[in-house]
């Protein structure tokens, strides 16, 4: 049984950092694109981020570029998001999710095949 578990979410004050871990476990999908997405109460679940399997290719939405980071340890069947520079309009619940299919996929989160239960992250003004 595949399971992803982020972590690391919680309150920090605008301008602030965190970073975020999904953890997979089950099966390994080193050859599979993974990514971050967001949401928020009444609104639909937005594309953050999303990695290549071979960790060289990287997308971000507009809204995080220059500010979040992602990256990815196979050896730790591990997915990171560093967050910088926080802003209010970044708080949501940030879900990792592992396109099984795909070498690299897309922004759409209807390609990706298995999610996290979700990490609330509260960026204070």
């Known amino acids: 049984q595949v399971q992803l578990v982020e972590s690391g979410g919680g309150l920090v004050q605008a301008g602030g950092s965190l970073r975020l871990s999904c953890a997979v476990s089950?099966?390994?999908?080193?050859?599979?694109?993974m990514a971050w997405f967001r949401q928020t109460p009444g609104k639909e679940r937005e594309f953050v981020a999303r990695?290549?399997?071979?960790?060289?290719?990287?997308d971000y939405a507009d809204s995080v570029k220059g500010r979040f980071i992602i990256s990815r340890d196979d050896a730790k069947n591990t997915m990171y998001l560093q967050m910088n520079s926080l802003k209010p309009e970044d708080t949501a619940v940030y879900f990792c999710?592992?396109?099984?299919?795909?070498?690299?996929?897309?922004?759409?989160?209807?390609?990706?095949?298995?999610w996290g239960q979700g990490t609330q992250v509260t960026v204070s003004s």
């Open positions: 999710a592992i396109d099984r299919n795909s070498y690299y996929s897309n922004r759409d989160r209807r390609e990706y095949d298995y």
């Open positions: 089950g099966r390994t999908f080193s050859r599979s694109a």
């Open positions: 990695i290549t399997w071979s960790g060289v290719g990287t």
